[in-house]
Every structure is written in structure tokens, then in C-alpha cells.
């Protein structure tokens, strides 16, 4: 453990007696080749299994918000790669064998595990299959069809709908399911083509191998069978633009539900924080991040008795903090069949006005238990395999791992003071809060007669009641074009 770890200042508070995970060693740094990590943790747990996990990165697929088109062509290639090696992966999986693709933000995703002794063939295996030779055109046909339905189908429940307008409000490169379903229905067997031989013109590899195999063996296969399947060289992919919230604002953005049988309404409320957090490990933000996760544990089931069991508005409530690639937020929602968004929207703030209250008030004992229960959850020890390799896996593919993330935030989490959460509480979150800043997202049933408009106006009025200025939003390309954005990590 690093030595520069605070002790922790609360009673009864779980000891840290070593690291959680081992750190990966990193054998191949190359400028063109890819980057190795190797996890030796096979002896561990006395199984001759691998896990390998291989990042593929373009810079063909820098996404904004002109080319949703790379987009749409990057999904149907991942989709096609899956169906194009599905044959392979029924054999492999009678052997004991997984594997899969995905795409993501820059590229693609492999991961394979299973027996190591035949894991390094599989994924040799996949690699060659990059390149869609004696690929059907019916089969494309079919994951052309099959995408359609899910962009189709992406905003059917009024929940996700809710969360996917406050993406499009804070993310300038995220596009409408409708966007991406228009540019899909002109794209062609031959322009997949032409997409795929761009892609693979050059691309950066990040690889993760854990388990049984050895490094050398590792070291031997990357040198002989990756090296000399794709073009490697080292990619910097731009960061994600966020739009900034002003203080003491807030935009309303109501829309009626995609499902007209659907008869429930959502509501969404999300609370961005100042500031954001680098690459590299920021004590502070660490800990405003690990306050957030406190207010998260204390406030959920309050809220839950309340809204749900108390006042029965409707089947899904709760919180969560919120990450949006390095700006930190905070979100409560609610699903009602009985209630819409303005009369949900009252609720909730009478309950954030009665929360503020109650943590003041709140005994020095249960606050203390919420984090000695909420440090014995982090510090719960990875059983498997597989807890191992994804934990790693996800430090690695962030760019800028800290291994011991978990440590370092736990023992921030053992020297948080009752009056640090409630200055944060009531500063951001509150109803008068200085520094509120609040997005609200919601939708209605499609076919209901009310005016929604007017239920509109209702959530705006509200909200004006509390001291902010409100923007009604009509469309999210004025709303990003109204405001400023945090500025890029580097």
C-alpha cells in the first residue's frame, strides 16, 4: 500500500491490510506496436484459465457530431464480425472457450477467456476474421435488419428516454437513435467495405492477458501473430467535449414518450458539480467523488420510502452520481403511472428540502455506520478471475490506470467529515442551493390530451419558485450552442 495513504479518523472503520489487486506489469510500450499488460494470477486460483482483453483504437472513428455516419458504420461492423465468427464461437464454447466483440467509443473491443493452452489460437482466430473475407450479403442484411429494430426500439422506455436527453443536452457527439437510424438506412454492403479497409489502415492496440498464461508466451504471441495482422502505431484520441451548466440555471426538456401504448410517466433530474477531474489521480476530486457516492448510499433509502412506499407515485425511484467523462454530477429519478413530471418534480424537492434537514441533524453514529459500511463494501475482496481481469482491464482502457484507485478512495472515505457532506448538499444540491445547476429531463404518455406545453411551463414554474432562471429546451443543437463547454483534459 502507498504510504501516503490518511488514516482514517472513524471509529470501527475497516483496516487496509494490502492491495486489492495486483498491478499489471507492462511488457511492450512500443510507439508503433501495441501496448502489453500481463496479469499473472493463474496460481491464485489453481485453474489453467486465461482471460485476454484487446482494445482496438482508430483514428478513423473520432466521433462529432457531422459524421454519425462512422458511427452507425462502426456498430453494423461490430455486429457483423460477431455473426461472421459465430460458427468459431459455438465450436469454442464446447471446448470451454468464450469470446465476443463490441464497439466503443474509438474502435473495437475484443475479449476472449477460458482454457489458456487454445485461448491464443481463438484470438488469432478473431483477428483474421477482421477482415470479413467471404462475408454474405444476406447475413449483412440481417444485422443491418437487426439494427434498425434497435435504434428503432432505443427510447421505448421513458426511463432511458429521460437519461438520453440529458446525454444529448451534455454531449455534443451524441446523436438521436432516429440520426442514426436515418444514416443506416442508405448504408450499403460495399460502403461497410470501405468503412472496414479505412479502419484498419492504422490503429493502436491496447492488450490485456491475465491468468495462466506466462509473459514470454504472451511476449512470443503479440511479437508473431498480432504484430503481423494489423498496422499499429500510437493513436491520441481527442477527449470528449462536455457542456457546462451555469449556476443557479436550470433547463427543462419535456417530450412525449416514443411508445404510444406506454402510460407511464419519468422524470429526471441531474445536478452537475464545478470542475473536472484529469487523467491522472486528483486528490480533490477524488474526494468531492467519494462524498457523492456517500450522499448516494445515505440518500437512497430515504428517498425510496418516501416517494415509493410512503407517497406510492410510482414503481422505480432513486439516486446515483454521475461521471460524464470526468464532470461529476449527481441524479435522482422517478417512473409513475399515478403522477406527471410537475406534480413528481414537487415531491421531489419538498424531499431534497427535508433531506437538507435531516442531515444536518443527523447522529454522529449513523453517519459513522454508512462509512464503516460503505468502506467494507469497497475493500470486499475480488473472488475471481474474471473481478480481477475487469477491474484491470478497466484502468488500462481509461488511458491513465491507477491501480490502487480503490484504496486511495477508501481511505479518503475514512477521514470525511458530516459537515464536508452537507455543505456539498446544500451548495449543489438543495432547493437555494449558490451553485445549483440542474437539467430536468422528462417524458409523458404520447396519447393523454394534456398540453405539453403546459406541463412544460408547470416544471419550469416550479423550479423558478426555487430561486433559478429556467430555459425551456426545444432542441438540444441550440441549447449546446447557448453555452460553454469544460474545457478538454490533456
Not at 452537507?422 to 445549483?436: C, H, N, Q, T, W
Request: with cysteine; aromatic share 10%.
Amino acid at each position: 500500500l502507498s504510504s501516503d495513504l490518511p488514516p482514517s479518523t472513524v471509529a470501527g472503520f475497516p483496516v487496509m491490510s494490502g492491495r486489492l489487486l495486483p498491478t499489471p506489469c507492462l511488457l511492450k510500450n512500443e510507439t508503433e506496436g501495441p501496448k502489453l499488460w500481463h496479469l499473472p494470477c493463474g496460481l491464485r486460483f489453481s485453474q489453467p484459465r486465461s482471460l485476454l482483453s484487446l482494445g482496438i483504437t482508430s483514428p478513423h472513428c473520432v466521433f462529432d457530431s457531422s459524421n454519425v455516419r462512422k458511427e452507425v458504420l462502426l456498430e453494423l461492423l461490430s455486429a457483423c464480425l460477431q455473426d461472421s465468427l459465430n460458427e468459431t464461437f459455438y465450436t469454442a464454447s464446447k471446448a470451454k472457450l468464450h469470446c465476443s466483440f463490441n464497439d466503443t467509443s474509438y474502435g473495437l473491443s475484443l475479449r476472449a477467456g477460458g482454457f489458456s493452452q487454445k485461448l491464443l489460437q481463438l484470438v488469432e482466430t478473431m483477428i483474421q476474421g477482421l477482415w470479413l473475407k467471404s462475408f454474405a450479403q444476406d447475413r449483412f442484411h440481417s444485422q443491418w435488419e437487426e439494427l434498425c429494430r434497435t435504434y428503432r426500439n432505443a427510447w421505448l422506455k421513458p426511463q432511458v428516454h429521460c437519461a438520453q436527453l440529458r446525454k444529448l443536452l451534455l454531449l455534443p457527439t451524441v446523436s438521436k437513435p432516429s440520426q442514426r437510424e436515418a444514416e443506416l438506412s442508405t448504408c450499403t454492403f460495399s460502403e461497410l467495405y470501405d468503412f472496414l479497409g479505412e479502419f484498419y489502415q492504422k490503429v493502436d492496440c491496447k492488450l490485456l492477458i491475465s491468468g495462466n498464461t506466462s509473459k514470454d508466451e504472451a511476449s512470443r504471441w503479440v511479437e508473431t501473430s498480432l504484430a503481423n495482422q494489423l498496422v499499429m502505431e500510437k493513436v491520441d484520441v481527442p477527449d470528449w467535449d462536455v457542456v457546462q451548466l451555469d449556476p443557479r440555471t436550470a433547463a427543462v426538456w419535456l417530450q412525449p414518450a416514443i411508445d404510444n401504448t406506454q402510460s407511464n410517466s419519468a422524470i429526471e433530474i441531474y445536478f452537475q458539480l464545478p470542475g473536472r477531474d484529469s487523467w491522472a489521480w486528483n486528490k480533490d476530486m477524488a474526494r468531492r467523488r467519494v462524498l457523492l457516492s456517500l450522499l448516494e448510499d445515505m440518500m437512497y433509502e430515504p428517498l425510496y420510502d418516501e416517494l415509493r412506499t410512503k407517497q406510492q407515485l410510482g414503481y422505480s425511484v432513486g439516486c446515483c452520481l454521475r461521471d460524464t467523462f470526468g464532470v461529476q454530477g449527481f441524479s435522482l429519478y422517478v417512473l409513475s403511472a399515478v403522477q406527471r413530471p410537475p406534480a413528481l418534480l414537487r415531491s421531489i424537492e419538498r424531499f431534497l428540502q427535508d433531506f437538507a434537514r435531516q442531515l444536518r441533524e443527523w447522529p454522529a453514529e449513523k453517519f459513522t455506520s454508512h462509512i464503516v459500511g460503505m468502506g467494507g463494501r469497497l475493500l470486499e475482496p475480488k473472488r475471481t478471475m474474471a473481478e480481477f481481469h475487469d477491474a484491470c482491464w478497466s484502468e488500462i482502457s481509461f488511458g491513465h490506470p491507477t491501480f490502487d484507485r480503490t484504496e486511495r478512495a477508501t481511505a479518503l472515505l475514512g477521514t470525511v467529515q458530516s459537515s464536508e457532506l452537507v455543505d456539498l448538499f446544500e451548495k449543489y444540491i438543495a432547493p437555494g442551493g449558490s451553485g445549483r445547476a440542474c437539467i430536468v429531463t422528462a417524458v409523458v404518455p404520447a396519447v393523454t390530451g394534456e398540453d405539453s406545453g403546459a406541463l412544460c411551463s408547470a416544471l419550469g414554474d416550479g423550479l423558478g419558485l426555487a430561486g433559478l432562471q429556467v430555459t425551456s429546451v426545444s432542441n438540444e443543437t441550440s441549447f449546446r450552442s447557448s453555452h460553454k463547454l469544460f474545457c478538454r483534459r490533456t
